[in-house]
């Protein structure tokens, strides 16, 4: 694919670097412009990577631009969105893509009318870590896949995030923050969840700050901390999932998926790349074929980041007018369980899903190889 759709960012946060520092290594996309309420910031981002600065408004009219990747905080992802929709864009959103079923709806709404696309992170299930296990289950190489456990666990951001305040309230803590990595990348490797349970809780109602430079700031804390939920898959696989910001240090691997076959031990879902272990019954195993997935490369500071891998992927199934992975009924879903799994441990009580979706498709070396430049 040799056209380019235009790209403009609204937000102008520590995240947009990642996104104008790797989209180049992508086809089918060409960051243009960046917006933020702040203008100062928006100026400084858009000359630190040679794009111009706009207002948001200003963006939202832009010419050259087809899809404005909306980086604001979880909050304000709805009404964002819906001013690009609006406008008439495509609109790719950071993860979560909404708060609520109910504005998922309303922008599936929009977009058809509009016949508009809706993408949103995270995309790091196309890394080629997550694609070879995906390929291993599709190819029978576990067998069927009966249950597995996911653990992400530490003790949260105000150690290093200058301004960590909204990690600690609604649609952020830890499921909302980090769990969709994790639920997205279970999705497309099981497929959709039927119902959760789950207990929470958060020891501590207040933060301090050890970052710069609010250093003994103290941040509220109004979304729970510590969440111990049970996913049960469409599939009949049921997967423990824990996610916590009040863990010091613990011996967990990330997720473990155990099959009639034997088991497979998947690298942390945050990441593109990582190690893969598989076993045959108890017994290690090698890893099955040959398999050249560029996006599990090393590339950025000791990790494969292959970040704009699902914005590409939007960008060339426009142009191809197929599905994109990174797809608005993945996102909702995601987002349903969630936020069922919050709803549970609220309510006491398990909580069935209402919304289903398609596994995307898999993403293999030359799908891959085919996104780069």
């Known amino acids: 694919m040799t056209e380019k759709l235009g790209v403009g960012i609204i937000g102008a946060g520590n995240i947009s670097a990642a996104y104008l520092r790797l989209s180049p290594n992508f086809v089918g996309i060409e960051v243009r412009a960046v917006a933020d309420i702040n203008m100062d910031a928006a100026k400084a981002r858009a000359e630190e990577f040679g794009v111009r600065a706009e207002t948001v408004e200003g963006l939202l009219a832009s010419d050259d631009v087809s899809i404005i990747i909306n980086l604001t905080i979880p909050a304000a992802h709805f009404d964002v969105s819906k001013r690009i929709l609006e406008a008439g864009k495509h609109v790719y959103s950071e993860k979560p893509y909404v708060l609520t079923l109910e504005e998922g709806s309303a922008l599936a709404d929009i977009a058809a009318a509009k016949n508009l ?114 996913l049960e898959f469409q599939s009949g696989a049921v997967v423990t999932m824990v996610t916590s910001w009040d863990v010091w240090e613990h011996g967990h691997t990330n997720m473990e998926l155990y099959g009639t076959k034997g088991t497979v031990h998947v690298p942390d879902p945050n990441f593109f790349g990582g190690e893969i272990r598989i076993t045959k019954r108890e017994e290690a195993a090698d890893l099955p074929g040959n398999w050249d997935h560029p996006f599990a490369v090393v590339n950025d500071d000791g990790n494969a980041n292959y970040r704009c891998a699902g914005l590409s992927d939007m960008a060339v199934a426009i142009a191809q007018n197929r599905p994109h992975r990174c797809s608005q009924e993945l996102a909702l879903h995601v987002v349903e369980v969630m936020t069922s799994v919050l709803i549970s441990g609220e309510k006491g009580q398990f909580v069935e899903m209402t919304t289903s979706c398609e596994r995307p498709a898999p993403l293999g070396p030359d799908a891959a190889k085919a996104l780069q430049v």
């Not at 666990?153 to 309230?169: I, K, R, S, T, V």
């Not at 769990?179 to 497309?188: A, E, F, M, S």
């Open 117 to 230: 696309r809706i993408g949103s992170a995270p995309d790091t299930f196309m890394g080629g870590a997550h694609q070879h296990v995906r390929h291993m289950i599709d190819q029978g190489d576990l067998g069927t896949i009966t249950s597995g456990t996911a653990f992400v666990m530490g003790h949260g951001m105000e150690h290093w995030h200058p301004n960590p305040d909204f990690f600690y309230q609604p649609g952020a803590g830890p499921m909302l923050d980090i769990g969709p990595y994790y639920v997205t990348n279970l999705v497309q490797l099981l497929g959709p969840v039927k119902r959760v349970g789950a207990l929470t809780s958060t020891p501590s109602k207040e933060r301090v700050i050890t970052s710069e430079p609010r250093n003994g700031e103290k941040i509220p804390v109004d979304t729970p901390t510590t969440i111990h939920s049970l």
